[in-house]
């Protein structure tokens, strides 16, 4: 019995990296940017310019990936770096007309829909999902890894293609 739970639950896990799969390969395909470089360009054009230690808290990220995920933008034309006027030791990263345009016409993300559908929930079901899944972590030995809240598979500074 409890065999067939455990393929039941090794479904319900494969669905669930297969949809972010999917996910990633679509949003790469249409805007040519992993979900992270998309999710840090999401950020960053909130405001329009950001600081990274900023972008890095709202990522859950460290700053060191952050910068590597800005550097890979910056380089495809979607932000650019700037020096602080009033302090010139801090460098502002500031979305161009071409990121924004590209964030215009991306695809609905995975974790967007996610989270619409998740607030949705009652209190004690946000509860017992999250309970559940932080137990699933712990059964894969990975309660331990870094991660930020985006569904994406492979590194999370990974080049395109790599």
Request: no cysteine.
């Amino acid at each position: 019995m409890s065999e067939d739970r455990a393929d039941t639950a090794l479904v319900a896990l494969r669905r669930i990296l297969r949809a972010t799969e999917l996910n990633s390969r679509e949003l790469a395909r249409r805007t040519g940017l992993t979900t992270s470089q998309f999710i840090i360009l999401q950020i960053i054009g909130r405001d329009g310019s950001a600081l990274p230690s900023s972008v890095a808290k709202a990522a859950r990220l460290t700053p060191a990936t952050v910068t590597a995920i800005v550097a890979k933008l910056e380089h495809g034309g979607l932000v650019t770096r700037r020096r602080g006027v009033e302090d010139r030791r801090r460098n502002w990263v500031e979305i161009t007309t071409a990121g924004r345009d590209l964030l215009q016409k991306s695809p609905n993300l995975l974790q967007d829909r996610f989270q619409a559908n998740f607030r949705r929930l009652e209190d004690w079901e946000q509860a017992m999902i999250i309970t559940a899944l932080e137990r699933v972590s712990a059964l894969l030995d990975a309660a331990g890894l870094d991660a930020s809240p985006v569904l994406d598979v492979g590194d999370i500074d990974r080049l395109l293609g790599s």
